[in-house]
């Protein structure tokens, strides 16, 4: 499974970005996919995920509402949303995918997750 995120740059606070992550290898749809973030010397830590059907989207509580994830079936990837961005959200965003048949899965941790992008670079200038 090879990942390819793209989208990222430099954006003002209060802008918007999208950032697409384009998948190729996946041995069939039953992938639920993810995007995780690392800001300069912090842990990697978790954005949101999303099911194989698109069914089902899970969030960290504090970007949810500013943060949308939703599935790009034209590149078998995913796409996020993000809205009113803020000088925090200043961090190398990486997707991530596993094969599973549960909709429900709720990947939220790093390593539910065994297949992973190089990142894309997202800067929020204040």
């Known amino acids: 499974v090879q990942l390819v995120e793209s989208g990222g740059g430099l954006v003002q606070a209060g802008g918007s970005r999208r950032l697409s992550c384009a998948a190729s290898?996946?041995?069939?749809?039953?992938?639920?996919m993810g995007w995780f973030r690392q800001a300069p010397g912090k842990a990697r830590e978790f954005v949101a995920s999303?099911?194989?059907?698109?069914?089902?989207?899970y969030y960290t509580d504090s970007l949810k509402g500013r943060f949308t994830i939703t599935r790009d079936d034209g590149k078998n990837g995913i796409l996020l949303h993000m809205n009113n961005l803020e000088s925090e959200d200043t961090a190398v965003y990486y997707c991530?995918?596993?094969?599973?048949?549960?909709?429900?899965?709720?990947?939220?941790?790093?390593?539910?997750?065994?297949?992973w992008g190089q990142g894309t670079q997202v800067t929020v200038s204040s």
């Open positions: 999303i099911s194989w059907n698109g069914l089902n989207t």
């Open positions: 991530a995918a596993q094969r599973t048949w549960y909709s429900n899965s709720n990947f939220r941790r790093a390593n539910d997750f065994g297949s």
């Open positions: 290898g996946l041995t069939d749809n039953y992938y639920a």
